[in-house]
């Protein structure tokens, strides 16, 4: 089930047609997609198939499937990143977007103490002359596609290539 006013869920709707930044990786129950409107490249967004507006409504396969998805992305933007460790963060808060989705953000060992932690955040929304471009996003969800060619469980789009 999808919410037509949910962001989310538009892409969902879109499934077939959406570029490699929208959908990197996916499973029956989760789709990972590059975050928008970011200065920090490889910034994913992990988002259930489903409208689910509260971590405690996800069903008991999607929660299983949660802590396989929220690890191995950490794995695979350390290994295309070199990143120290990465952030894994929900709140489905902000205006358009309460459906819910984790944040696994690369956090760089050079990353400035003022964007450490949940500050991490004001780095989203920032001007367009800072952001990752759709086309950097795309070549990050390609490379990303492929450090989990022949993962059991994990698909990779047919489309959007």
Known sequence: MTTPDCYTCSKEADFDNLPPRECVVYDQHWRVAH????????WLVLL??????AVHDLTAAEAAALGMW???LS???RSLTGCAKTYVVQFAEAEGFAHVHFHIVPRMADLQPEH?????????????????????????GHSLRALFHGHPNVRQPDHGI
């Open 70 to 72: 929220q690890v191995e």
């Open 116 to 140: 450490r932690g949940p500050r991490v955040f004001e780095l989203l929304q920032r001007p367009e002359q800072e952001q990752v471009t759709a086309d950097q996003a795309d070549r990050i």
């Open 48 to 53: 259930p198939r489903r409208h689910v507006a």
């Open 35 to 42: 975050a928008i409107n970011t200065a920090v490249p490889g």
């Open 75 to 77: 794995r695979a933007l």
